[in-house]
């Protein structure tokens, strides 16, 4: 095992920890920092989860529908690409529609990875 | 709980990212914060310095402060803080929520217990699908191609389900600017670059549209 991922965790893992523990020994008065650095603090803590999922998104989403695969069914032809592509539009698709049906993470995300291997089977 | 599954697409996202079932597992016994994990992976595999993978983790995860305050301040009177040492290791997203959920509900009562033994259910949950997913991913299914494709497209299909539940008015901005600092730090530098400058970009924005709520309230007569 690669020492670093256990550093890695460990350390981590603790701070995680503390920031889930330590408020409790500090009562609920502490609920928000006030003021306006607290506020701006606040505002970027909020926004930090959603924009890493986003970055996260987009960047799991690059070897589906990125250049690569539009350049192998458009340029070259293959089916592969085709499929890569077609099935990827179709994932999304089910995704989103199984997410807005159900507003559950876990079927939306079982769902979708079975419609996109699906379609990819059936396309390539 | 809908933990296993997405626990499993970790698994196998770490499976296929070249992780080992062991390296897989220790990030979720250890850290135990679903998205952030996916975070982890991206960052270690794609090289970056270890201490900005560490401090990237952390600052996705200190919206944790905010939880047990809120959860104490809807219990009132009711809260107990005893085993707290206990029942905050487990205090997600997804426990956070259904702690809520239990305080407002009169007829089952909150308690230390209950919260421990939800918290203890999820986190074997995590741990046990991660073990699992990693097991797949690491090319068991490599013979039917269509399997594989699938696995390797749970990543894509778990973060838009986890975008649309986060997903508020609020927050356009802060996607919008995640998004174009993706771009531009894929574009010029690496995956791993856009990551990062696609988070702070997004977290200035969530910074900036609190600013101008503050500035419209004190503005307001």
Do not use: C
């Not at chain 1, 070897?63 to 890569?84: F, Q, S």
């Not at chain 2, 219990?75 to 929520?97: H, I, Y």
């Not at chain 2, 919260?115 to 097991?135: C, E, N």
């Amino acid at each position: 095992m690669s020492l670093e991922v256990l550093i890695f965790s460990l350390v981590v893992g603790a701070g995680t920890y503390l920031f889930r523990y330590l408020p409790t020994r500090l009562g609920a008065t502490v609920s928000r920092p006030s003021g306006g650095l607290g506020r701006l603090l606040n505002g970027f803590l909020a926004s930090v989860g959603v924009s890493a999922v986003t970055a996260l998104l987009l960047a799991s989403l690059l070897p589906y529908l990125g250049l690569e695969p539009w350049r192998a069914w458009l340029g070259a032809a293959t089916t592969e690409g085709r499929a890569t592509v077609v099935a990827s539009l179709v994932g999304l698709a089910a995704t989103l529609l199984l997410f807005r049906w159900r507003r559950s993470v876990a079927v939306a995300t079982l769902l979708g990875a079975a419609a996109y291997g699906v379609a990819w089977w059936l396309l390539a | 709980m809908a933990y296993f599954p997405v626990a499993v697409s970790f698994g196998v996202a770490a499976g296929k990212a070249g992780f080992t079932l062991a390296e897989a597992a220790f990030l979720s016994l250890f850290i135990y914060a679903g998205a952030s994990q996916f975070l982890a992976l991206a960052l270690l595999a794609g090289g970056a310095p270890l201490l900005l993978s560490v401090l990237s983790l952390l600052a996705m995860n200190a919206r944790h402060l905010i939880y047990a305050p809120a959860l104490l301040a809807a219990l009132g009177p009711r809260a107990e803080v005893k085993r707290a040492w206990l029942w905050s290791f487990g205090l997600t997203d997804e426990v956070f929520a259904s702690a809520l959920g239990r305080a407002a509900d009169p007829d089952h009562p909150w308690s230390e217990r209950w919260m421990t033994g939800l918290g203890l259910g999820a986190y074997a949950a995590w741990v046990t699908g991660t073990v699992v997913g990693a097991a797949l991913g690491g090319g068991a299914f490599e013979r039917f191609r269509a399997v594989d494709a699938a696995l390797g497209f749970l990543l894509p299909a778990l973060f838009l389900s986890l975008l649309l539940a986060m997903l508020s008015r609020r927050q356009l901005l802060a996607v919008a600017a995640a998004a174009a600092g993706f771009a531009l730090g894929a574009a010029f530098f690496s995956l791993t670059s856009g990551i990062l400058i696609g988070m702070l970009l997004g977290g200035l924005a969530g910074a900036s549209v609190a600013a101008r709520a503050a500035r419209t309230e004190e503005a307001a007569p």
